[in-house]
């Protein structure tokens, strides 16, 4: 694959991207919604787990890519608060493969200087997978590299309610006062407090919903649906969602430039 870089005015370190791709227009903060591994599975004749397995993998890639291509944090929904509804069979094998998984990747992670952090309702998990999430939180939370957020147990609306409640249960105890509740008041309760707003949300498997995910942060972001299935994703499909993404003029509800200059003359 040939590629492209360059030097930034600021002189910040630009990456190396693939052919085609502006490295001075990646995103900061890409989302991903990894669907597809059950249908993957089927259409090879296996079972659903080894889906998820195969999806292990395409995240690992997907992780090293964006490190090195220089976008600074990716964020994917690993398990809904809906998805406890699968058989039993399954959310066990998910709960398991997450703990097998960290287990195996934390050494990797740390090497590569990964900040890795799960988003959600994490008390509900198997309190040895808590314990791991733990471990590896406080492990690399002072690693420079590409952030890491896993949404575990997370839903978007649920999160929503969890920063409600603890600004009301502030204001109750005279901490705050709720005329000064704003945007930014609001975020700072939510899981990504420390976080940018996704710019780009990638959805695998052609579905063309949102189903309860960063219902907040994804406000403003590109959204590009493709067909790949989870397991399949790799460095041309990921190329393939950026070049889209760079292809967008983002207004943020204003116009673009084009048109603000017409107006204007
Ligand atoms: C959606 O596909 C995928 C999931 C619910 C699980 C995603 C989890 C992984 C890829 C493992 C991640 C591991 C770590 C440690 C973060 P689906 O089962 O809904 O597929 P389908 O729509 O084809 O049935």
């Known amino acids: 694959m040939s590629r492209s870089s360059a030097i930034s005015a600021d002189h910040k370190k630009v990456f190396e991207v693939p052919a085609g791709l502006d490295p001075l227009r990646m995103p900061d903060h890409i989302a991903v919604i990894m669907d597809g591994n059950g249908r993957w599975a089927k259409a090879r004749g296996l079972p659903r787990i080894m889906g998820h397995r195969a999806g292990v993998e395409a995240l690992k890639t997907t992780l090293r890519l964006c490190s090195d291509w220089g976008i600074g944090a990716l964020t994917v929904y690993a398990f809904s608060t809906e998805n406890w509804s699968r058989p039993g069979d399954e959310v066990n094998f998910l709960m398991a493969l997450?703990?097998?998984?960290?287990?195996?990747?934390?050494?990797?992670?740390?090497?590569?200087?990964?900040?890795?952090?799960?988003?959600?309702?994490?008390?509900?998990?198997?309190?040895r997978l808590q314990d791991l999430i733990a471990e590896a939180t406080e492990l690399t939370s002072t690693n420079e590299g590409i952030h890491f957020n896993v949404c575990t147990n997370y839903g978007g609306r649920r999160e929503l309610v969890l920063?409600?409640?603890?600004?009301?249960?502030?204001?109750?105890?005279?901490?705050?006062?709720?005329?000064?509740?704003?945007?930014?008041?609001?975020?700072?309760?939510?899981?990504?407090?420390?976080?940018?707003d996704p710019d780009l949300l990638i959805r695998t498997s052609g579905e063309r919903r949102i189903s309860n995910f960063l219902l907040w942060q994804l406000a403003y972001a590109e959204i590009h649906v493709t067909d790949v299935l989870w397991p399949d994703f790799d460095a041309s499909a990921l190329t393939h969602a950026l070049l889209d993404y760079q292809s967008r003029c983002r207004r943020f509800g204003g116009l673009d430039p084009i048109e603000s200059d017409h107006l204007s003359s």
């Open 163 to 196: 920063a409600a409640q603890k600004l009301a249960e502030r204001a109750a105890k005279g901490d705050l006062d709720p005329a000064l509740i704003d945007e930014n008041v609001f975020a700072a309760e939510l899981f990504t407090s420390t976080e940018v």
């Open 98 to 127: 997450f703990e097998r998984v960290l287990q195996r990747e934390l050494e990797s992670l740390q090497r590569e200087e990964v900040c890795i952090n799960f988003l959600g309702d994490l008390e509900a998990l198997p309190e």
